[in-house]
C-alpha cells in the first residue's frame, strides 16, 4: 500500500497562472478530501468526495478553487486563476468509510503551493 | 461539529508519560472522539479513536470521561519523534480540525 499520494509536492508560480494539484487515495477508500493549512487558519477542510460525488464543497474559498474526480483513483484541486493567498500546504485525505463513524483517515504528504 | 478545547502547548521529558488533555462539552452522544497528530512537515496521521470506552494501540491510549465531555490522550513513554501537533476532533460531521497541543519531548 504506498498510501495517498499526492503530486506535485512543490509548486512554485506567479500570480494569475492555472494550478493543478493531484492526489491519488488509497486503493478501495470511497471518501476522499481536500485540505489546505496556513499557519493563519490552520487546516481548513474545503471539499470532499464520496464515491467520486462531491458531497460537500462549502470550504472552497471562492469560485476560482475546483475540485473534480472523475474516477475512484484519481482528483484534481486546481486554481485558476491564483493570487498569493492561496500559498498554502494543500493535504489530500482518503478513508475507507465515514470518518465520523469511526474510519480513520490517511493524508497524504502535502503540495505546497507558493504563488509569487 | 463539537467545540473543543486544548492546550496551546505542553512539554515533556524523554521516556516520560504524557497526558494530554481535550474538553468537548458540546459533543453528541453518536460523535466518535478522534485524534491526529501532524509531525514536523508532515500530513496528520490518525493516532486513535473512540466512542464511549477507553482504547489502547500501539501508539496511545485514549481515556474518555464517563460524561464523554472530556478526553485524555496517553502516550506512555514519549520519544523524541512524538514531537508533534495533537488534534484532539469530536467527529460527528466533517472531521473539523481546530489549532491543537504542540507537544515538545526533551532528552
Known amino acids: 500500500d504506498a498510501g495517498v499520494i499526492q503530486s506535485p509536492r512543490h509548486e512554485v508560480t506567479e500570480m494569475g497562472q492555472e494550478v493543478t494539484l493531484r492526489c491519488k487515495p488509497i486503493?478501495?477508500?470511497?471518501?476522499l478530501f481536500w485540505y489546505r493549512q496556513t499557519m493563519m487558519r490552520g487546516l481548513e477542510l474545503l471539499i470532499y468526495?464520496?464515491?467520486?460525488?462531491?458531497?460537500?464543497d462549502s470550504g472552497m474559498p471562492e469560485d476560482r478553487f475546483s475540485a473534480k474526480m472523475p474516477n475512484a483513483s484519481f482528483s484534481t484541486l486546481k486554481i485558476q486563476p491564483s493570487e498569493p493567498r492561496d500559498s498554502a500546504v494543500y493535504f489530500c485525505?482518503?478513508?475507507?468509510?465515514?470518518?465520523?463513524?469511526?474510519?480513520?483517515?490517511?493524508f497524504g504528504a502535502g503540495s505546497r503551493l507558493t504563488v509569487l | 461539529d463539537a467545540k473543543t478545547t486544548q492546550p496551546n502547548s505542553m512539554e515533556s521529558n524523554e521516556e516520560e508519560p504524557v497526558h494530554l488533555p481535550c474538553n468537548h462539552s458540546?459533543?453528541?452522544?453518536?460523535?466518535?472522539i478522534h485524534w491526529y497528530r501532524q509531525l514536523p512537515s508532515q500530513g496528520p496521521e490518525y493516532v486513535i479513536h473512540?466512542?464511549?470506552s477507553n482504547v489502547n494501540n500501539r501508539m496511545a491510549s485514549l481515556a474518555i470521561a464517563e460524561d464523554r465531555k472530556s478526553s485524555t490522550l496517553i502516550l506512555h513513554r514519549a520519544t523524541l519523534r512524538d514531537a508533534a501537533v495533537y488534534y484532539c476532533?469530536?467527529?460527528?460531521?466533517?472531521?473539523?480540525f481546530g489549532q491543537g497541543t504542540e507537544l515538545s519531548v526533551k532528552p
Open positions: 486503493s478501495g477508500h470511497d471518501y
Open positions: 468526495f464520496n464515491n467520486n460525488v462531491p458531497i460537500d
Open positions: 473512540g466512542l464511549t
Open positions: 485525505a482518503s478513508s475507507l468509510s465515514k470518518p465520523w463513524s469511526g474510519a480513520r483517515k490517511t
Open positions: 458540546t459533543i453528541s452522544g453518536t460523535d466518535y
Open positions: 476532533i469530536p467527529g460527528g460531521g466533517k472531521l473539523i
